[in-house]
């Protein structure tokens, strides 16, 4: 992997997010780590800064890491590799070892970890949380649609400060 500036990428972030292979990955060797299927987001500039925005329900046990760790890792696999993402979705790492059960590597970069086998890995920064609230919604519909069990997702606001690719 080499270290590239945010600046020179050119990709359709709608695509890259919602239809590529997408892990988020948060913890650390110390704390431990997990990582999860990520298919909602977006990618922009806000304060000043280039940014992810990502979102994660409480249910989720990587959300425990996220909220544990001051950074989360976006890992963009290649095509290859929709099985182990789509397992990663569905298995709670609570109860399994996303990375052995997949044969995925991961890789422990200071305060971070990555899935080694991502094409592109975006490392960021925590800068903000917020739990998503119905109150906020001026259409209902996506609200209804996507919370009648309640598991209300956390949106979280994370710096860009390093991109990898290979």
């Known amino acids: 992997m080499e270290k590239i500036d945010y600046k020179d990428l050119?990709?359709?972030?709608?695509?890259?997010?919602?239809?590529?292979?997408?892990l988020l990955t948060a913890g650390n060797k110390e704390i431990g780590y997990n990582t999860m299927t990520i298919s909602w987001g977006q990618m922009g500039e806000l304060w000043d800064k280039p940014v992810m925005t990502i979102y994660v329900r409480p249910s989720r046990y990587t959300k425990t890491f996220?909220?544990?760790?001051?950074y989360f890792t976006l890992s963009v696999l290649p095509e290859e590799y929709r099985r182990q993402v789509a397992y990663c979705g569905t298995v709670s790492g609570m109860r399994q070892n996303k990375f052995a059960e997949t044969g995925l590597t991961p890789v422990v970069d200071g305060n971070s970890v990555y899935v080694g086998e991502a094409e592109l890995v975006f490392k960021c920064k925590k800068l903000y949380q917020q739990p998503i609230e119905k109150k906020g919604f001026f259409d209902l519909d996506p609200f209804d649609e996507n919370y009648s069990h309640g598991d209300i997702h956390v949106m979280y606001v994370g710096e860009i400060v390093e991109v990898l690719k290979k």
Do not use: E, V
Not at 10 to 22: A, C, D, K, Q, V
């Open 10 to 22: 050119s990709i359709n972030p709608i695509t890259l997010i919602g239809r590529r292979h997408m």
């Open 66 to 70: 996220i909220d544990k760790q001051d």
